[in-house]
Antibody, heavy 119, light 108 residues
Framework: EVRLVESGGGLVQPGGSLRLSCAASGLTFGSYAMSWVRQGPGKGLGWVSSISGSGDNTYYVDSVKGRFTISRDNSKNTLYLQMDSLRVEDTAVYYC????????????WGQGTLVTVSS | EIVLTQSPGTLSLSPGESVTLSCRASQSVSDNYLAWYQKKPGQAPRLLIYGASTRATGVPERFSGSGSGTDFTLTINRLEPEDFAVYSCQQYSTSPLTFGGGTKVQIK
């Protein structure tokens, strides 16, 4: 059974940093691209970033480019999201999601971790 | 960027009724690269449909997807109590990946 467990969320002031982690089990982690997707309060889901299975290729939504960095450690079956220069509008539940082998849609999701950016 | 518009925003229905949800794209979604998800409060999203019409593993047959180009639909035949949730569409034909705003299906 595939299991994704996020951690690292919390309350941070605007301009601050947080590092999210996603521990994966039940899959050959390095074989799959992974993504972060967020849902702000009262908003729909929003794609944040993706990374290829090898980690060589990364992709970001424009609003986080230059501020967020996605990475992975395949030896530890863990996905990361380093979030710097956080803004109030980054407040959301952040989900780790596995990319399906047939395309960039998501067949397994974690339970999410809440990031609150507020002074 | 492809903008996905879902309508209506909220539907109030009774168990046993059937419903069709709409997802309209601002430009054509090539190769029908459209997925549908179900989201309940406090739970992770669940993949229902990909490729516009292919049910994901374990998804009941009462869920079906159709459409092409810019107009897609998700149909739920005979709503079960566990089907009351928010349903979102997502296109994966063009970067950035985008989601619709969701349709909430609530109990009348």
């Amino acid at each position: 059974e595939v299991r994704l467990v996020e951690s690292g969320g919390g309350l941070v002031q605007p301009g601050g940093s947080l590092r999210l982690s996603c521990a994966a089990s039940g899959l050959t982690f390095g074989s799959y691209a992974m993504s972060w997707v967020r849902q702000g309060p009262g908003k729909g889901l929003g794609w944040v970033s993706s990374i290829s299975g090898s980690g060589d290729n990364t992709y970001y939504v424009d609003s986080v480019k230059g501020r967020f960095t996605i990475s992975r450690d395949n030896s530890k079956n863990t996905l990361y999201l380093q979030m710097d220069s956080l803004r109030v509008e980054d407040t959301a539940v952040y989900y780790c999601a596995k990319v399906h082998s047939l395309g960039y849609f998501f067949d397994y999701w974690g339970q999410g971790t809440l990031v609150t950016v507020s002074s | 960027e492809i903008v996905l518009t879902q309508s209506p925003g909220t539907l109030s229905l009774s168990p046993g009724e059937s419903v069709t949800l709409s997802c309209r794209a601002s430009q054509s979604v090539s190769d029908n690269y459209l997925a549908w998800y179900q989201k309940k409060p406090g739970q992770a999203p669940r993949l229902l449909i990909y490729g516009a019409s292919t049910r994901a593993t374990g998804v009941p047959e009462r869920f079906s997807g159709s459409g092409s180009g810019t107009d897609f639909t998700l149909t739920i035949n005979r709503l079960e109590p566990e089907d009351f949730a928010v349903y979102s569409c997502q296109q994966y034909s063009t970067s950035p990946l985008t989601f619709g705003g969701g349709t909430k299906v609530q109990i009348k």
